[in-house]
């Protein structure tokens, strides 16, 4: 674990490997990340309608790497409108928001990962 936080701070985006709902199979896709303290924060590039976070509604246990580092968790949905803006926030803060608003047109929800 302190390698894959290590890996963080120099990565602007990590590989999240998760469980497709229905093929069993895992899917992997690069997704921007914040991190604040020990918690990593995620928004689904469609909200709701993204199939990575239709896949963690199904099975929350998620593979991240960044950096050539692993981490295997438990995602947490966030579906309260405005703890999900919260962490739209952050990402404005990290990303810029012009990037943010291209392309994340539906940020309703977000994820978190605990990383302790």
Do not use: C
Request: hydrophobic fraction near 40%.
């Amino acid at each position: 674990m302190p390698g894959f936080t290590e890996a963080l701070k120099g990565s602007r985006e990590l590989e999240l490997t998760a469980i497709g709902r229905k093929t069993g199979q895992e899917t992997s896709r690069p997704v921007w990340f914040d991190q604040e303290g020990d918690t990593l924060y995620l928004v689904p590039v469609t909200g709701t309608d993204s199939q990575w976070y239709k896949n963690v509604l199904r099975h929350p246990t998620v593979r991240l790497a960044a950096g050539g580092a692993e981490y295997t968790a438990q995602a947490t949905p966030i579906t309260d409108p405005a703890r999900a803006a919260e962490v739209v926030q952050l990402f404005r803060a990290r990303y810029g928001a012009d990037d943010v608003a291209k392309f994340y047109p539906n940020p309703n929800v977000a994820v978190e990962v605990p990383l302790a």
